[in-house]
């Protein structure tokens, strides 16, 4: 079975402080892909990440971070320096290599406050 | 590259109707397209997947004669409501898949979809 577990389902900081969002996931797959997506108020998604389990390498794109354990089977998504432009709701996603479907966490809203 | 769009972005129409979103990958052939619905504050439900030129399969507890998916070629599949109602207002979302070594889903921007 696949899972996506985003405990938090808001988040409030004021601007310039960093916050993390958490991402813990379920799988039987040996092989699988992670996603980040971002979702503004237009509802469009837009992809920040994909990191496959085999490389547990962080990432670092300019103030965004990502953290991958598969010992804790998490991938914590870090924004440093928050922004205005920041507030948004925030998937992670799981995709298993047997097959294409997403599965999608429930999703972190998160509010910056100028 | 790898632009989906859908059409229309939002459409307003009275219970009863039906109504047809389209999907189309605008620069790659789309082996595999999927539709999710989104209600307000919840996350992606997945509806159904569909393969070009076959039939699509449905998830469980959604509903193959009022959702009807037609994935005709490789950079269209449409989705239309049938007999709509105010209960399927939601937002569509479509995405797709060249069946790429990287799995990843190409997202369209989404169809808003309210039922009066």
């Known amino acids: 079975a696949q899972k996506v577990t985003q405990a938090q389902t808001e988040i409030s900081v004021v601007e310039k402080e960093d916050v993390t969002l958490d991402c813990v996931y379920e799988?039987?797959?040996?092989?699988?892909?992670l996603f980040w997506y971002k979702q503004p108020p237009s509802g469009e998604l837009v992809f920040l990440i994909r990191?496959?389990?085999?490389?547990?390498q962080n990432e670092i794109s300019g103030r965004y971070s990502w953290n991958f354990q598969k010992s804790t089977s998490s991938f914590n998504f870090t924004i440093t320096a928050s922004q205005v432009v920041d507030s948004a709701v925030y998937f992670c996603?799981?995709?298993?290599?047997?097959?294409?479907?997403?599965?999608f966490g429930t999703g972190t809203s998160l509010t910056v406050i100028p | 590259g790898a632009v989906v769009s859908q059409h229309p972005s939002w459409v307003i129409c009275k219970s009863g109707t039906s109504v047809k979103i389209e999907c189309r990958s605008l620069?790659?052939?789309?082996?595999?397209m999927f539709w999710y619905r989104q209600f307000p504050k919840q996350s992606l439900m997945l509806m159904a997947t569909?393969?070009?030129?076959?039939?699509?399969?449905?998830e469980q507890g959604v509903e193959k004669d009022k959702f009807l998916i037609n994935h005709a070629s490789l950079t269209l599949s449409t989705l239309t409501v049938t007999s709509a109602h105010p209960e399927d207002s939601s937002f569509y979302i479509c995405?797709?898949?060249?069946?790429?070594?990287?799995?990843?889903?190409?997202f369209g921007p989404g169809t808003r979809l309210t039922v009066l």
């Open positions: 995405s797709a898949t060249s069946g790429s070594l990287y799995n990843e889903q190409f």
């Open positions: 990191r496959n389990s085999f490389d547990e």
């Open positions: 799988t039987r797959d040996t092989t699988y892909y």
């Open positions: 620069d790659f052939q789309a082996t595999t």
């Open positions: 996603a799981l995709t298993p290599n047997t097959g294409n479907q997403f599965y």
């Open positions: 569909s393969n070009e030129g076959s039939k699509a399969t449905y």
